[in-house]
């Protein structure tokens, strides 16, 4: 290897400013640069050389010209830096970033992407254990039309080769933690601890990203605006060289950050039912009161009452307020009745599990019963508002055949655009006909916004486009009105 190239002002050609700020990823004019594919580094001065190399043969054959590679660096100790400059005068599509201040994985490749020229933005590990022959297969996917393409341990011909049983039983139960906080956003792709992934820079433009520790993947899907994703199966190879730098902390790190993307994502009618919830805490309590102390009926009788009482009064509150809109679509009079039945089983059912919950958390984990009353009344607010905005205040239409990935995309412009406007009365002056569309769409946009309901409701939607029209986006433009159709664009 030659000696580094140093230009006047004493600085690599290849050197990349550090950006600064938040974590959000400018969108960028579209240059020559189709894909910029970041590898963050710590102490990996051993790798490098070999992974450049082989990622170079295969993307100059696929992407001659069109591509970056942007080393990250946080001023490892071992010299990568060093290693990363030389490989420059090389390999001119080799850009490299030395951090200082910050540090950590995830940040180091949003601050990558930040200085990316591509349109796809990709990551993969330094220490050859994603194989770099696997960028191939991930790009093609990106150039058939994925958002996101992630390379998959668990898809099938995929595999991890030496993994202990214990590190196995660690990564399955951190995703198995991860589907039952976030089963929308970690239940959409079969490996969501991947390192290993292309993104559509469109799809997560302008949002600001806030991940912790090691699984960015999870951030992008639930952050990003992912319609389709593809897998790639890959097999994760034994590192040869360097040093792994997974600690104990990264695990924590984990659960911090799925509870943060777990608030950040709540639905905004959350807040609204939780309101209602604990109003009718204060109903319970004080009927309970009345019945128990002041009239002096039995405590299970007094008991009993005082919680359908409660029950009863949260319907009430949910009906008018949190879900009144969903409630005047599916009519009152019998629909409400069956509203009232389904909301009255979803919280028997929510008060078996808080019980549940509360008695395995103090029996078996020794935990503090406050605590554990607290963990148990967090998780059975989620699970009767889910519960019951799916199946209580909705009404689902059934999927119709899978639709081309075109039409897919010109329907989510439309209901992009219609979510944005977020004015249920935009509906009725935008689509005066067809009433099936309509809905489809209203249920849609009252589902969570990012999920596998998306996507089939966006294909229900395009399933039902009426003949003469080739698109959904066709169909819709042909029947808004002028100013609604100048939101849509082309
Ligand atoms: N820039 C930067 N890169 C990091 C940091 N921590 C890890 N990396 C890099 O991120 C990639 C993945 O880290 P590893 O330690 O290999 O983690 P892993 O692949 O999940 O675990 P192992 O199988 O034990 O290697 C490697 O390329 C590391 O060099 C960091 O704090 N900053
Ligand atoms: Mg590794």
Known sequence: MGAV????????????????????????????????????????????????????????QCLPGRYELIVVDDDSPDGTCAVALRLADRY??????????????????????????????????ADLQHPPEVVERLWAQMANGADLATGSRHAEGGGVSEWSALRRALSRGAQFLGLCVLPTVVGRVSDPMSGYFMVR?????????????????IEVIGRGRIARIAEVPYVFVERTAGESKVTSKLYVEYLRHLLRLRLALLPARFPKFAVVGLSGVAVDMFL?????????????????????????????WNELWTFG??????GYGFARVRRFARFNVFCAAGLALSLALLTIQVRFFGMNPYLAN???????????FWMNKTFSWSAPHPLKAPIPAHCRRDAEVVADDRAEEGDSKAYDRSFPAA???????????????????????????????PGGFTTFADWARSHMNPIADASVGD
């Open 5 to 60: 190239q140093v230009i006047e002002s004493g600085r690599h050609p290849a050197v990349l400013d550090v950006p600064a700020g938040v974590l959000s990823i400018p969108t960028a004019e579209s240059g020559e640069i189709k894909l910029s594919l970041v590898i963050p580094t710590f102490n990996e001065s051993k790798n490098l050389e070999q992974l450049v190399a082989r990622l170079s043969r295969v993307l100059d």
């Open 201 to 217: 820079r469109s799809a997560i433009a302008d949002t600001e990203l806030s991940p912790l520790g090691y699984k960015i993947l």
């Open 288 to 316: 309970l009161w009345l019945l128990k102390g002041g009239l002096g009926w039995p405590l299970t009788l007094s008991k009993v009452v005082a919680t359908e009482m409660a029950i009863a009064n949260n319907f009430l």
């Open 374 to 384: 607290a963990v148990a009344i967090a998780v059975t607010t989620g699970w009767n």
């Open 92 to 125: 001119p599509a080799l850009r490299v970033m030395r951090r200082r201040g910050e540090k950590g994985l995830s940040t180091a490749v949003i601050r990558g992407w930040q200085a990316a020229r591509g349109e796809i933005l990709a990551v993969i590990d």
């Open 435 to 465: 009433p099936e569309i309509r809905e489809t769409f209203q249920y849609f946009e009252e589902q969570t916004y990012f999920g596998p309901q998306r996507e089939a409701h966006i294909a229900a939607a395009n399933a039902l486009v």
């Open 325 to 330: 809109d969903l409630a005047e679509r599916q």
